[in-house]
């Protein structure tokens, strides 16, 4: 992969008004995601010593953070509402160069944080809830 932009791995939300699309949630300054696989140990006698696993199977997830600005009222009121709630909405996770993880999320962790000459920031944790679709 050849170097990409920084501001271009994006974190949207699917727009409850309009299906299909999504909303950009706000500035970030730095995110990150991980893609978890868990394994099923199968070794047993019959293994002649080494560890075997059970192909396919296991627990799959994706785990994602950022912090940054947020750009609207509206958005930090949606992030708040999300926290607040704990409602599973669709998010979309846009890794330029790469393409993007679409799939239900739970947000896990929102911070809100400011110093008296700055603007406020925030950072926020999502873990996947469901399927995830990766599109290029």
């Not at 949630?25 to 696989?37: D, V």
């Amino acid at each position: 992969m050849i170097p990409q932009k920084g501001k271009d791995f994006l974190l949207l939300v699917e727009d409850m008004s309009n299906e299909g699309s999504f909303l950009q949630i706000g500035g970030f300054r730095s995110n990150s995601f991980s893609i978890n696989g868990e394994t099923v140990d199968i070794t047993s006698k019959n293994s002649r010593g080494y560890r075997e696993l059970l192909d396919g199977a296991g627990i799959k997830s994706l785990s994602t953070s950022g912090s940054g600005i947020f750009m609207s009222d509206e958005t930090i009121k949606f992030v708040n509402g999300v926290a607040l709630t704990g409602i599973i909405h669709t998010w979309q996770l846009v890794v330029p160069g790469m393409g993007s993880y679409t799939a239900p999320f739970a947000l896990t962790t929102f911070e809100m944080s400011g110093e008296h000459n700055g603007e406020v920031t925030y950072s926020l944790s999502l873990e996947s809830a469901g399927l995830v679709a990766y599109s290029r």
